[in-house]
């Protein structure tokens, strides 16, 4: 199955440079601009491998609690070095680092230090599709959030700095509840931290509100495609400020503000009792159905919460395409064994034929004889072409 190419992308990661990172010692690997599968028995180094091309996008690990974690066993510190091309970066090709010692990271940028770890996000974008991407579908509202967020965060610096805010606005938010308890509340400071609140709050709602605007319509026509037309995927917004527009994306964003003040003056007694926000983007959620069945979340199958995942997973690397002009790096971590060969085949001739893709698998005979895909072994923390 050659794959044909759509159209001339811009943004490759064509080297990277391992020292002391997970298993790996020292590893220098260059890649081929479109399909490079990775293979090998289990507890090689592939996810690791994947790992470090999401940290130099993201600046830290989808699996990792800590960075002292990717320090290899009885080593002071780790190095990932990638080299890039792509219209963001100054110059072509363009060398991200990433420095730590377990406990300080140092980002650079062609040698020169970026002055924090977000403002890395936004170059090498990145779409990583993982077993766990199931939790999506099924688990708690965060995995469907942090989904979200991961993504809009690539695509707009301004969504990045709202969402800072609104969580740093959150946590100073929560800690003055927290000291009120038992106390006379100081009325004004409480007012000041709910102006804060809104105003980031509102920001961030209607980053998602726009996101997912662009994103539904596009998830649905791909689980469609991956359904095979049997069954159609609806994904909304759901907010407690919002009930009457539940399945709806057009709600105003800019009513989400009024909403939450609302809310924020019906919780008061509440919130000052639990010293904890009760209301805003941080309890909000995506809703996933399936019309006739409902919430994906509470009655999708094995299958089905594959496909909607699936589905949104391929949504992301089209939102980012769309709304940044660069399609995303995207890293497929053992997920073809998840699939029939149905799901299978929809994935890698949509995905794989638009994007740098990057594959790990422990079964690579299906691609050997593709032109278009370089083969990797990884053994024991080292890869061999
Ligand atoms: N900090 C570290 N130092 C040294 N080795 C590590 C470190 N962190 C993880 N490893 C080792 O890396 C290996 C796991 O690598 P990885 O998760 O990439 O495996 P994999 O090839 O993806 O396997 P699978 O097919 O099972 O998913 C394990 O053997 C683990 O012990
Ligand atoms: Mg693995």
Redesign the pocket.
Known sequence: MATQFRECHSLILKKIELRNF??YVRQSSEFSERVNIFS?A???????LLEAIYLLALGKSFRAGHDR?????DCQAFSVQGMLTGDVFPVQPSTITINSDGSRKKIFLNGTPLRKQTDLVGMAKVVLFAPEDLQIVKSAPSFRRQFLDIGLAQCSSIYRDDLYRYTAVLTQRNRFLKDQIGKRVDRNELAAWNDQLIKYANRVAAGRYHGLAILAPIASRYHAMVSNQREELHVSYKSALNPASKSSLEPAAETYGHALAAKLHELEYAELARGLTLAGPHRDDLMLTIPDQGELRVYASQGQSRTAALALKMALVELIKEMTGDYPLLLLD?VLSEFDNERKSALLETVMGITQTFI?T?DPERFSDNPDCKMFR?EGGAIQE
């Open positions: 997970r298993n090998g289990n507890a090689q180094g592939k996810t690791n974690e990717l320090v290899r066993h053992d790990t422990t990884v």
